[in-house]
């Protein structure tokens, strides 16, 4: 194995063996943070920035191993199928992180609006009852005299089941989206870390065998 003109080494060391230790245990840090977070929305919006934070350093680094994998399996130079198997479980492994990566942000993103709708959505309650008549209701549902003779006399305008304001509507939308979004995040979570125990696995059988064998 001649590392002369192998670039990603340090103090002499291939690089590879180091950056993957970043990558096998921030990933799947992110990975069940995401799923944490997906599942429980108070803690999506406490815990956020560290999994987001996990996620970005994670999924930066799988280019910097898969790279330092190709120049260190380039260095080698012998036929190896478990070590050809590592390498190309290794340059699998972006899509997946990216994948994973999207659907986080994406839940981020609509778990906010969903969190903005729903405030909106109690503001606009409080306002309506602060700003509604304080009356002894006469009836049940029927708050002075002139309601009820004009409730036995006017029909009702609006179709049953009908809302007029869209923004409970809108709140709804914006929680499906969310939960749609959040099952995404754990299917993508889910597959990265499995993708991860697949590269290591093969890694180790490839080393515990010999890399020269």
């Known amino acids: 194995m001649n590392l002369a003109d192998n670039s990603f080494t340090f103090n002499g060391l291939p690089l590879h ?36 934070v996990l996620a970005v350093l994670g999924i930066g680094s799988v280019p910097i191993a898969t790279q330092a994998g190709e120049e260190l399996y380039d260095s080698i130079k012998v036929a190896n199928p478990d070590l050809a198997h590592h390498r190309d479980l ?23 609006l969903a969190d903005r709708e729903r405030a909106a959505g109690g503001v606009r309650a409080g306002r309506a009852a602060a700003a509604a008549p304080r009356q002894q209701p006469v009836a049940p549902g029927v708050h002075s005299i002139d309601e009820l003779d004009e409730e036995s006399a006017t029909a009702p305008t609006t179709t049953p089941g009908l809302v007029e304001d869209d923004k409970p509507s809108s709140s709804r939308f914006w929680s499906v989206i969310t939960v749609l979004v959040a099952i995404a995040v754990i299917a993508s979570a889910v597959a990265v870390t499995y993708e991860i125990y697949l590269v290591g696995d093969s890694g180790a059988t490839a080393v515990w065998k010999g890399v020269g064998g």
Do not use: D, E, K, Q
């Open 17 to 52: 063996p180091l950056v993957v230790h970043a990558v096998v245990v921030l990933l799947p840090l992110a990975a069940v943070g995401s799923i944490i977070i997906a599942v429980y929305p108070r803690w999506r919006r406490r815990y956020w920035l560290p999994v987001l």
């Open 90 to 112: 290794g340059n699998a492994l972006l899509p997946y992180a990216i994948t994973f990566g999207v659907m986080l942000a994406l839940l981020l993103i609509v778990g906010r």
